[in-house]
């Protein structure tokens, strides 16, 4: 079993950054892919970025690229999420996952879940 634990929420102005972190505890994430999804009220949970087990390999939403970076830290058990030049339309819950299969953009291929930590930003 993986746990995965969110930090770095807040709320925010526009323009502003922002740095995420995931601390997986459990089995070892040396083999798993991570990832970030958020959701808006209301909205369905959607992609925003994923990292290769390697950190080679990294892929973003189109409306984050440029300005969200994400990274990990396979020694510390840690993925991050670098968000810069914040936009109101940013503000969600945002979660961090891990799976052990090929490199997804879709929740559904994910096996484990942080809880969230919520993201506001305002105009």
Known sequence: QVQLVEFGGGDVQAG??????????????????????????????EFVAVISYSGIATYYADSVKGRFTISSDNAMNTVYLQMNSLKPEDTAA??????????SRAAGDYYYWGQGTQVTVTS
């Open 16 to 45: 502003d950054s922002l740095r995420l972190s995931c601390v997986a505890s459990g089995r070892t994430l040396s083999r798993h892919n991570m990832a970030w999804f958020r959701q808006a009220p209301g909205k369905e949970r």
């Open 94 to 103: 945002y979660y961090c996952a891990a799976t052990p299969n090929s490199v």
